[in-house]
């Protein structure tokens, strides 16, 4: 990927790669806080690679998470959180894998953290924990972040 190109995965994923010191941003809304970040210096040498599922992007750089135009302001942990999800958008994550991703933990522990950080994670970006559109709880087998938002279906 060239500076300031952007490539859409089959997975509903948008990956956009700001190059070093461009100063503009790339992608849809030509979203300004990034042109603002790599214009104050803010750049890494290997390029700038943006996630985008759904109307979340996550930019690992700056660790800023964005839902639509509005940043989010999460903790170091639940970003981790988030982004362990996100980056497999539409595969199921095991509670194994996130403990040892996110937290570091080689064991399994029957502790909530990783329910009580999901929690935070979904209410800071207004993702209903009753019928979630971005997150899914796949009873048994983990966490899975949706590529795209579930069809309502309509009963006649």
Same mark, same amino acid.
């Given at each position: 990927m060239g500076s300031g190109s952007s490539n859409r995965s089959p997975y509903g994923v948008t990956e956009t790669s700001l190059g070093p010191r461009t100063g503009i941003a790339a992608g849809p809304g030509q979203w300004g806080q990034f042109a603002r970040f790599q214009a104050a210096g803010g750049h890494s040498s290997y390029g700038l690679t943006v996630l985008e599922v759904q109307d979340v992007r996550i930019d690992p750089s700056a660790r800023r998470v964005w839902r639509a135009e509005r940043e989010i302001v999460l903790s170091r942990k639940e970003y981790d959180l988030l982004h362990a999800l996100a980056s497999r958008p539409g595969d199921i994550v095991s /509670? +194994?894998?996130?403990? /040892? +991703?996110?937290?570091?933990?080689s064991f399994w522990t029957s502790s909530k953290t990783i329910d009580v950080h999901l929690g935070w994670v979904r209410r800071k970006l207004g993702d209903d924990s009753r019928r979630p559109m971005l997150i899914s709880t796949i009873r048994g087998r983990g966490l899975r972040f949706e590529t795209a938002a579930p069809v309502a279906s309509v009963e006649v």
């Open positions: /509670r +194994d894998e996130l403990m /040892r +991703d996110v937290w570091g933990a």
